[in-house]
C-alpha cells in the first residue's frame, strides 16, 4: 500500500466534513461539529486563506486529513504551524498515513523557517499521545488552553467598543 499526502483543493470539502465529523464523534464531540460546507468553501479556498488541509491518500482512496494554520512565536521570533486536527479513518490507523501527513506538516515548517509544529490532544486519548511521543512529540504538561466561546466572546468583544 502507497500512501501520498497532497493540498486540498476546492472540491474536497464533503471530503474534509466527512472527516470532521468521524473525528468529532471519536471525540465525542459531534454535538460541536456544525460546519458546513460552505464554511469550508468561504475559509480553506478563498482567495487569502487562513488555515489549509492536507488529505492523505491510501493507493489514490481518501484515509485521513490534517488542517493547520500559521501562528507565531515571541519568545522565538518565528512563525510556526498550529495543527487543529488530524484525522485517519479508524480502519486504517497503524498503516502511515498519521505519520506521513505529520512528516508533512514538518517539511511544510521547515521549508517556511517555523520555529514548532504544536497540537492539542484530549488527555484520555492514550493511543494517540503514544502516537505522538513514539515521534518524539513532547506534552506541555505545565500549560492549559483557555477558550472563549458563544456569549461570553460576544461579551467580551462588546466591552471593546
Same mark, same amino acid.
Given at each position: 500500500?502507497?500512501?501520498? $499526502?497532497?493540498?486540498?483543493?476546492?472540491?474536497?470539502?464533503?471530503?474534509?466534513?466527512?472527516?470532521?465529523?468521524?473525528?468529532?464523534?471519536?471525540?465525542?464531540?459531534?454535538?460541536?461539529? #456544525? +460546519?458546513?460546507?460552505?464554511?469550508?468553501?468561504?475559509?480553506?479556498?478563498?482567495?487569502?486563506?487562513?488555515?489549509?488541509?492536507? $488529505?492523505?491518500?491510501?493507493?489514490?482512496?481518501?484515509? =485521513?486529513?490534517?488542517?493547520?494554520?500559521?501562528?507565531?512565536?515571541?519568545?522565538?521570533?518565528?512563525?510556526? $504551524?498550529?495543527?487543529?486536527?488530524?484525522?485517519?479513518?479508524?480502519?486504517?490507523?497503524?498503516? =502511515?498515513?498519521?505519520?506521513?501527513?505529520?512528516?508533512?506538516? @514538518?517539511?511544510?515548517?521547515?521549508?517556511?523557517?517555523?520555529?514548532?509544529?504544536? /497540537?492539542?490532544?484530549?488527555? /484520555?486519548?492514550?493511543?494517540? $499521545?503514544?502516537?505522538?511521543?513514539?515521534?518524539? @512529540?513532547?506534552?506541555?504538561?505545565? /500549560?492549559? #488552553?483557555?477558550?472563549?466561546?458563544?456569549?461570553?466572546?460576544?461579551?467580551?468583544?462588546? +466591552? +471593546?467598543?
Amino acid at each position: 500500500m502507497s500512501i501520498s $499526502i497532497r493540498n486540498a483543493v476546492k472540491g474536497d470539502e464533503a471530503l474534509i466534513l466527512g472527516f470532521i465529523r468521524e473525528l468529532a464523534a471519536y471525540e465525542k464531540l459531534s454535538h460541536e461539529a #456544525v +460546519a458546513t460546507p460552505d464554511h469550508l468553501t468561504r475559509t480553506l479556498f478563498c482567495d487569502n486563506p487562513k488555515a489549509f488541509a492536507l $488529505i492523505a491518500e491510501e493507493d489514490g482512496a481518501p484515509v =485521513g486529513f490534517a488542517l493547520y494554520f500559521f501562528n507565531y512565536s515571541t519568545f522565538l521570533g518565528k512563525h510556526g $504551524i498550529y495543527l487543529e486536527d488530524l484525522y485517519v479513518k479508524e480502519d486504517r490507523r497503524g498503516a =502511515g498515513a498519521g505519520k506521513a501527513l505529520l512528516a508533512e506538516l @514538518a517539511r511544510i515548517a521547515v521549508e517556511n523557517d517555523c520555529g514548532r509544529l504544536e /497540537w492539542s490532544v484530549l488527555d /484520555w486519548n492514550a493511543p494517540s $499521545i503514544a502516537f505522538y511521543k513514539s515521534l518524539g @512529540a513532547a506534552p506541555m504538561d505545565e /500549560w492549559t #488552553v483557555y477558550r472563549l466561546t458563544g456569549d461570553a466572546l460576544s461579551d467580551l468583544a462588546g +466591552a +471593546a467598543s
